[in-house]
């Protein structure tokens, strides 16, 4: 391997973070996201989620029916420059309805940024996005959002923290003042105040007043009792809590904390300085060679995720790449593990929420987008030089069902259309059923608000009208022994057999106890709860 080459890429991966945002839903992730970005100069005027019409739209929540409710249903790519650093940022829903959207971007994060609402402290949604990380070990940052609101004890938040998730806290930053009388927040690495003072709606960049801690300005700056409950505070965390242990930081067994407010930009700024020093760069990744170094000079990298008519003048359909290998170069010929063939990487793409720029060259731990006329699926490794995969992105096990139907058989072509294209973006699962005779096809979900999306965007970006018809399903078994165990199981009752977009069978049963029944008496059927992945090796659990 050259040698430039070879330095080239080891100067790129030091300067590169790549993290997702994960909470329950309205912890603020797309808010801060957006002041993020604005801290990060990549947008001037930070717009708001739920903005009235006509106001800004934050940037991150681009689609119809995220900027009509205010709710983010698909993750988005952000990709920025700060301070030295190349970032990719991932922000994800924290609806559980689209937890299996935000479970395929984990996979292309290195770093977590865990939003909670100081207010709530854990929500569930949170300790279940918690565990996949965990699971990956992947550093894991906590920010307590909304401090600008009444909110529970720091402590007590901290606390919660390492006895329910079983992880260890370091307090980075502190918040001064809770609610009205939230004023800014001390950093304990510089040992300095941060005063903020709010701009208009928060659009703008908050006027941050830094001071030392001995400094006697602070008695004009500061009201004496939120001072001396400062120094209290202070005292007791350096008393009683764990020192900082960058080792067990990148493990995932500790996570550092910071406060803030995303909606008023109090701590962002302190946040991201921090964030940036103490995350991980992109690191290796498990394959079916072992583990690939991102220094590895030959290319590779995987798809996660699809996304149809992002820009809706075009109709176009965009695979989302991580990069983990190597240099990609614009026009570069690469093997597409799956089919065997070889592509051309033609007009890749630099990602900005809806935006994007042509781009000539990204580096392990980037996140770009290429032009997908169906020759990618979610889970496939492209690669150059010897061959590897790596692990495949699970689908997960749908609970309701319905048949979708078109009432209107001219717009044939378009219902067609659109179904394929939201199936291929993992939108929505879609199954048929086994009886010939039913050619509906059959949306399977794991929960009502994708149902929603689905006819939504049908509407929308294909201008079709549907119609829902439920079935009284509510388990889905993928039968491993294929359809030759099936036949030779005969007739079960109060099952139908529906086969996946892929072709494979499928038992959907009407409730857990009929399936456990089932399974009891054909072992040989071998149910599964997920989906075999297309592409890749299996990842080791879900
Ligand atoms: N008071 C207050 N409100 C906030 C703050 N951050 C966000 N919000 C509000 O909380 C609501 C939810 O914010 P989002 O940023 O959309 O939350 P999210 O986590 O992205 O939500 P989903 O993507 O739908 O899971 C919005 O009304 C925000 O204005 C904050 O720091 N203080
Ligand atoms: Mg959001």
Not at 274 to 291: N, Q
Not at 409 to 437: C, H, N, T, W
Not at 467 to 493: E, H, I, T
Request: proline residues 5%; negative net charge; glycine residues 8%.
């Amino acid at each position: 391997m050259s040698i430039e080459l070879q330095e080239d890429l080891a100067i790129a991966v030091e300067k590169r973070r790549n993290f997702a945002i994960i909470s329950h839903p309205d912890a603020g992730k797309t808010t801060l996201t957006e002041k993020l970005l604005l801290y990060g100069g990549a947008i001037h005027e930070a717009g708001a989620v739920k903005a009235r019409r006509a106001q800004r739209h934050v940037t991150s929540d681009w689609m119809a029916m995220e900027q009509q409710r205010g709710i983010s249903i698909t993750s988005t790519v952000l990709q920025f420059q700060y301070d030295g650093y190349w970032i990719n940022l991932l922000d994800t829903p924290g609806h559980q309805d689209f937890s299996e959207d935000t479970y395929r971007t984990l996979a292309a994060a290195d770093n977590a940024v865990m939003l909670e609402d100081a207010a709530k402290g854990l929500e569930p949604q949170t300790r279940k996005l918690f565990e996949v990380c965990r699971m990956r070990g992947i550093p894991i940052f906590t920010f307590f959002n909304k401090l600008d609101r009444p909110g529970r004890d720091p402590f007590d938040l901290m606390d919660e923290i390492e006895k329910e998730l079983d992880l260890k806290t370091y307090a980075v930053n502190w918040p001064i003042g809770i609610g009205d009388r939230f004023k800014g927040v001390f950093d304990r690495r510089t040992q300095q105040i941060h005063l903020f003072e709010r701009s208009a709606h928060g659009s703008r960049e908050a006027i941050d007043t830094v001071v030392d801690l001995g400094d006697p300005r602070i008695e004009d700056l500061l009201e004496q009792d939120l001072y001396y409950k400062l120094k209290e505070d202070l005292e007791l965390l350096d008393g009683v809590c764990d020192e900082f242990d960058a080792d067990l930081v990148h493990q995932g067994k500790m996570t550092p904390v910071f406060f803030g407010s995303a909606m008023t930009n109090f701590g962002v700024e302190p946040f991201l300085n921090s964030f940036l020093d103490y995350a991980l760069k992109p690191g290796s990744r498990r394959s079916t060679l072992g583990e690939i170094e991102p220094t590895n000079p030959e290319f590779s990298g995987f798809v996660f995720k699809l996304q149809a008519n992002m820009d809706p003048k075009h109709r176009d359909r965009i695979a989302f790449i991580r990069v983990c290998s190597g240099k990609f170069e614009k026009d570069m010929v690469v093997s597409h593990a799956r089919s065997g063939k070889t592509v051309r990487l033609s007009h890749p793409q630099k990602l900005f929420g809806q935006d994007r720029e042509s781009l000539s060259e990204a580096y392990p731990g980037d996140v770009i987008g290429l032009n997908n006329p169906g020759v990618f699926a979610i889970g496939d490794t492209i690669y150059n030089g010897k061959k590897l995969e790596f692990d495949g992105i699970p689908m997960f096990s749908p609970e309701i069902f319905a048949f979708l139907k078109n009432p209107n058989p001219s717009k044939f072509k378009q219902f067609r259309k659109g179904v394929s294209e939201l199936r291929e973006e993992g939108a929505v699962q879609i199954m048929y059923s086994a009886d010939e005779a039913k050619r509906d096809p059959i949306l399977a979900a794991v929960g009502q608000l994708q149902f929603e999306v689905v006819q939504f965007r049908l509407l929308n970006e294909y201008g079709v009208e549907t119609l829902l018809d439920p079935l009284p399903y509510s388990v889905a078994r993928w039968v491993g022994g294929g359809w030759d165990a099936l036949q030779k199981v005969g007739r079960l009752f109060n099952t139908t057999t529906a086969k996946d977009s892929w072709g494979r069978p499928v038992l959907l049963f009407r409730n857990e106890w009929n399936c456990r029944q089932v399974e009891g008496e054909h072992p040989s059927l071998q149910l599964k709860t997920s989906a075999p992945v297309i592409s890749g090796q299996e990842p080791e659990s879900i």
